[in-house]
């Protein structure tokens, strides 16, 4: 029987939040655990579906106003991520977490729903949404799409349109800008940090600690952003060997 599990603060502790979830001891998890506790106030709604006992996806999303990604928008609803994994896509799984989430922005009286998608890696694929009556509205560097599906008449969310210049502020080595919005976020800081290190490039760690700090992120996705002498290098964790080959395209 397939289920939608709403996490709360009442019951994160027990569900969990589906990511990382055979890990619940490692500091990943934990700084998300306690991040979710922190957002859960401000309208935060976490959404697990499950098939039987095993879990096979979530919906996160949030008022536009509280939004942890780097998206301008008035009384909408901003997805932070939808994941299905591996053998549980294409069965529909997807559709009936988006329901959820269009069902409360209507009852909420939202003027619509937006979301960060990317042509690249990490992100949900936007043709998903765009066959569920969503549109492009936006697009942002390096594979950012912004898509919405308005409910009113009203203007679309958009990107901010200063890339360059919000990157460009951290001019010397590799900076991380990272929340713990993500629980995969930490590991990541650890390989970067340890390969800049080998190296022998300067790394600055800085933390983002609320949604505004976010919103001003160099890259769309706003809760994770490597930066490489004054240009983005990547938004999302990667691997040590992926960072050598950024590193060595971008010298």
């Known amino acids: 029987m397939i ?3 709403d996490v709360n603060a009442d019951n994160v502790e027990e569900t969990g939040f589906f990511c990382m979830r055979s890990k619940p001891k ?34 996160e ?12 928008a008035e009384n909408f609803i901003i997805i932070h991520c939808l994941w299905i994994v591996g053998q549980g896509k294409g069965k529909g ?18 003027s619509g729903i937006a979301m960060v998608t990317s042509k690249g890696t990490w992100l949900a694929d936007p043709s998903f949404f765009t066959n569920k009556g969503f549109k492009v509205e936006d697009e942002a560097p390096p594979a950012f799409e912004l898509i919405v599906r308005k409910f009113v008449d009203c203007p679309s969310p958009r990107f901010p349109n200063n890339w360059v210049e919000r990157a460009e502020q951290y001019k010397s080595g590799i900076t991380i800008l990272r929340s713990d919005q993500c ?9 970067i ?10 790394v600055n760690v800085i933390e983002i600690n ?36 950024l590193l060595q395209e971008a010298t």
């Not at 939004?67 to 301008?72: A, D, G, K, L």
């Not at 940090?193 to 300067?202: F, R, V, Y």
């Open 26 to 59: 490692t500091v990943g998890y934990q700084q998300k655990l306690h991040w979710l506790k922190e957002r859960f106030s401000e309208g935060l709604k976490l959404k697990v579906i499950q098939d039987g006992d095993h879990p096979k996806g979530f919906i």
């Open 93 to 110: 799984y997807g559709s009936r977490l988006l329901e959820e989430c269009i069902k409360e922005a209507v009852d909420q009286k939202k």
């Open 61 to 72: 999303y949030v008022p536009s106003e509280y939004t942890w990604r780097t998206v301008e």
């Open 210 to 245: 609320n949604c505004k700090d976010a919103q001003g992120s160099p890259s769309a996705y706003g809760t994770f952003n490597v930066i490489y002498n004054g240009k983005l290098l990547t938004y999302h964790p990667i691997t040590k060997r992926e960072l050598l080959k």
């Open 3 to 5: 289920e939608i599990i």
């Open 183 to 191: 629980p995969y976020n930490d590991s990541a800081v650890q390989t």
């Open 193 to 202: 940090s340890e390969t800049a290190k080998e190296l022998g490039i300067d």
